[in-house]
């Protein structure tokens, strides 16, 4: 029995080893170390809720059946002008009735909500439109999954190591860990300790002092690490997790099992590490937002906003700028998504500003994918943020003032800690791990378009950028993306703005170029695709040792993808993903119909080996949400009239400037005096604007590629004489997510797999 343990053993030891090399080759494929990427594909809605309710996959809710008339104890579908304090009610309703899950649906109309409405109380329930050409919410105050309560916490027995997915509480009192419960891990910032706050969710970080170690240093809103200094408590590094079990040892101690297993490799109990838990009543847990459009009062101090759990925001339409960002995802909170939306961040009937689509902080794990972000960054974060994906996102028309980075701005106003970021597949102007408040580490990019700019908008200096690595984000990598495409970065590497890369541009720390990974990117600065080695980080020491990546092979492709390691190579679709096939002509967003075609874009969309595609020498196509952007119909209603002046038609290079020649130059009176959104898309109606898309009725769209405050500047191959009319713009768009529809393939994710790892060499050791 002796040896036959001594067997096993050596079974274990072997399969582990080979899973995790197969696993970390599926993610990183010989290219990324390991310590530099994470198990990305647990982003999203968990396989089961703490209902029992499952999900085909973490972009799919499950499936529930309608709360009726009875159930809801209010007429269903709920009519326009009901009250949204009853709406929540039946919500309660629904919920006790259908504690396995149900959804409550609105009818057609306007509903509006003017006071803070909470529906934690209505847990595993989906709060559904008709549509959002047909149901509209108006905010004037906020809409919340959760509202949050009186935490518990405790302190770790050990040191937890990286990839634990249990471990033991000491002290705990009061209430204990529950099974199924969110719980949340956190410590003081690097050089800091302090004491548990049970009941505020967080350490009370009040003894030592910030000093860099060389490695992952967790700083935030301090002058020694960041552009901006500020007096809130450093405790920011947070992951959040689920309780899959709870076993009571006596005297106050726990072991607690959670999952996902923990990210990072510096958790310490010399940096007060602790868990913390709530109670189900104050988080959302699997309440859906669905298939509605919600337009927020101009200026109003109101969001859609966390603490929530295994919740989502699907087929929503997000029209105007409240006080501060339209959706607040989801502080306290995991395992969230939102896909398939439209943001229009900004108030047609006062185009001059705009506001984030999202500010994300204090969340782990959540995916936002295949969402559409007019007029603003979709993504300010905000800070302690761990595991999350965002892919496949469009984002236009961010700000004509100057490029600006557009998905993700990681601000960290919140907090630093910011780890194991992925963006995939995401086409927009930039990214930037910014250092205005705080620090972040391990983020990565991959397989996106980063422009430099909103084209085809033209800047009047080149001031873009394709990625910026600020001060004291470390050990970020960018693998496969294309970058550039635009005149707005005319430079391949520097610390200033027009870029390809920018580095550590508010502050002092050449660790954040040193440690950054960069491989099998595409440029148009260059024109090639780079294997530098001098671009590899292969000779890190000290605490930036275990960061380090090897320079991969030459003749290494990226992976399709790094969240969906299932999914192969589909140059003319078959992808199984239910969400990749786009009505890009005929389609009827007040009923869903599609009575045009259809298009499924190559999968990956992006990447040096991408070629043939319409984008940037062909090395992109544009992904499902961009062609929806594209071929959505205009909402009229939303447009405003302009009256055109004068006109000017010129094949003149410096005539044109900054926009490229020929083009139409229109003097156009009333256009907002402040403001710097004035840009994207527009109709013009009457007069004699001929050309390909404007003509003597309303036509199709025309982009800006320039404006000011009293012209905007269109491309135009001839000269259509005396313009007049009228402009009409802003341009949001009609929308209904069953614009995107099923791509048949194999599988819910698609695609048959990476091929299995070759060349493993396993080593057996006896163990006495």
């Given at each position: 029995m002796k040896h036959f343990g001594r067997v096993l053993f050596t079974l274990?030891?072997?399969?582990?080893?080979?899973?995790?090399?197969?696993?970390s080759q599926a993610l990183g494929a010989n290219i990324l170390s390991p310590s530099r990427v994470i198990d990305w594909g647990k982003a999203g809605l968990p396989a089961t809720l703490p209902d029992g309710e499952t999900?085909?996959?973490?972009?799919?809710?499950?499936?529930?059946?309608?709360?009726?008339?009875?159930?809801?104890g209010i007429t269903v579908p709920v009519p326009s002008g009901t009250s949204f304090s009853s709406i929540v009610t039946a919500m309660n309703n629904c919920s006790a009735a259908n504690p396995s899950g149900s959804y409550l649906l609105l009818g057609s109309g306007s509903f509006t909500i003017g006071s803070v409405a909470e529906?934690?109380?209505?847990?595993?329930?989906?709060?559904?439109?008709?549509?959002?050409?047909?149901?509209?919410?108006?905010?004037?105050?906020?809409?919340?999954?959760?509202?949050?309560?009186?935490?518990?916490?405790?302190?770790?027995?050990?040191?937890p190591a990286q990839g634990a997915n249990s471990l033991t509480l000491t002290g705990v009192s009061g209430s204990a860990p529950v099974t199924g419960n969110l719980a949340w891990f956190n410590q003081c910032n690097t050089?800091?300790?302090?004491?548990?706050?049970?009941?505020?969710?967080?350490?009370?970080?009040?003894?030592?002092?910030?000093?860099?170690?060389?490695?992952?240093?967790?700083?935030?809103?301090?002058?020694?690490?960041?552009?901006?200094?500020?007096?809130?408590?450093?405790?920011?590094?947070?992951?959040?997790?689920?309780?899959?079990?709870?076993?009571?040892?006596?005297?106050?101690?726990?072991t607690i099992g959670f999952s996902p297993s923990l990210y990072m490799p510096n958790w310490s109990t010399s940096n007060t590490a602790a868990m913390y838990w709530e109670g189900k009543s104050g988080i959302g847990y699997g309440i859906g937002l669905e298939d509605m459009s919600i337009v927020f009062s101009n200026g109003a101090n109101a969001e859609v906003?966390?603490?929530?759990?295994?919740?989502?925001?699907?087929?929503?339409?997000?029209?105007?700028?409240p006080a501060n960002v339209q959706v607040s995802a989801f502080g306290r909170g995991a395992h969230n998504l939102i896909s398939n939306s439209y943001f229009f961040s900004m108030t047609p009937s006062s185009p001059t500003s705009a506001v984030s689509g999202v500010f994300n902080a204090s969340d782990s794990d959540s995916l936002l994918l295949n969402n559409i972000e007019d007029y603003a960054t979709f993504?300010?974060?905000?800070?302690?943020?761990?595991?999350?994906?965002?892919?496949?996102?469009?984002?236009?028309?961010?700000?004509?003032?100057?490029?600006?980075?557009?998905?993700?701005?990681?601000?960290?106003?919140?907090?630093?800690?910011?780890?194991?970021?992925?963006?995939?597949?995401n086409q927009g102007d930039g990214w930037d791990d910014d250092d205005t408040w705080g620090t972040g580490d391990l983020n990565t990019t991959f397989r996106n378009w980063f422009a430099c700019s909103s084209a085809p908008f033209a800047y009047s200096s080149a001031a873009g950028i394709g990625i910026a690595v600020d001060a004291f984000h470390r050990f970020d990598s960018a693998i496969a993306n294309v970058l550039g495409g635009t005149a707005q970065c005319t430079t391949y590497s520097g610390s200033g703005n027009g870029a390809i890369y920018r580095f550590a541009s508010s502050g002092t720390d050449p660790l954040a170029a040193a440690t950054f990974m960069r491989w099998l990117n595409y440029d148009t600065v260059t024109g090639a695709v780079q294997k530098n080695p001098l671009e590899v980080p292969t000779g890190l020491s000290g605490n930036a040792l275990a960061f380090a990546n090897i320079l991969p092979n030459v003749n290494l492709t990226a992976p399709a993808s790094f969240f969906m390691d299932s999914m192969g190579f589909y140059p003319s679709g078959g992808t199984g993903l239910s969400w990749w096939k786009v009505c890009n002509s005929g389609f009827s967003p007040s009923s869903g119909i599609c009575a045009g075609t259809t298009t499924a874009p190559p999968f990956p969309t992006c990447g040096p080996d991408v070629t043939g595609g319409n984008e940037v020498n062909g090395h992109c196509y544009d992904n499902p949400a961009s062609i929806a952007y594209k071929t959505l119909p205009v909402d009229t209603t939303y447009q405003n009239s302009y009256s055109i002046t004068a006109s000017t038609w010129s094949n003149v290079s410096s005539t044109c400037a900054p926009a490229p020649a020929p083009c139409?130059?229109?003097?156009?009176?009333?256009?907002?005096?402040?403001?710097?959104?004035l840009m994207g898309p527009m109709q013009i109606s009457g007069g004699s604007c001929a050309t390909t898309g404007a003509s003597t009725a309303t036509g199709s769209e025309v982009y800006m590629t320039h404006a000011t405050s009293t012209t905007v500047t269109y491309s135009l191959a001839s000269n259509p004489g005396a313009c007049t009319g009228t402009?009409?713009?802003?341009?949001?768009?009609?929308?209904?997510?069953?614009?995107?529809?099923?791509?048949?393939?194999?599988?819910?994710?698609?695609?048959?797999?990476?091929?299995p790892p070759t060349g493993l060499a396993g080593s057996t050791q006896t163990i006495p």
């Open positions: 274990f030891i072997a399969t582990f080893f080979l899973s995790t090399v197969a696993r999900t085909a996959n973490p972009w799919t809710p499950p499936t529930r059946p309608a709360c009726t008339s009875a159930q809801a529906l934690n109380t209505a847990p595993y329930v989906t709060l559904r439109g008709s549509g959002p050409m047909s149901t509209t919410i108006t905010l004037s105050a906020s809409l919340q999954f959760g509202q949050g309560a009186n935490s518990n916490g405790a302190a770790l027995g050990s040191i050089g800091f300790s302090g004491s548990i706050q049970a009941g505020a969710g967080y350490n009370n970080c009040t003894s030592g002092s910030y000093a860099d170690n060389g490695g992952l240093y967790i700083c935030g809103r301090s002058t020694t690490c960041s552009l901006y200094s500020g007096t809130a408590n450093p405790a920011d590094q947070v992951q959040y997790v689920s309780i899959t079990s709870v076993s009571n040892n006596g005297g106050g101690s726990y906003s966390g603490p929530a759990y295994g919740c989502w925001i699907k087929g929503v339409r997000f029209v105007g700028a993504i300010e974060g905000g800070g302690s943020q761990s595991g999350e994906v965002v892919a496949y996102n469009s984002i236009h028309n961010n700000n004509n003032a100057g490029p600006f980075p557009s998905v993700t701005y990681q601000h960290d106003n919140s907090g630093a800690g910011v780890n194991f970021i992925l963006l995939e597949g139409e130059i229109l003097t156009v009176s009333g256009l907002p005096s402040s403001g710097n959104r402009m009409l713009w802003p341009d949001v768009r009609q929308f209904d997510e069953r614009v995107y529809e099923a791509d048949s393939g194999s599988s819910t994710r698609g695609g048959t797999g990476p091929n």
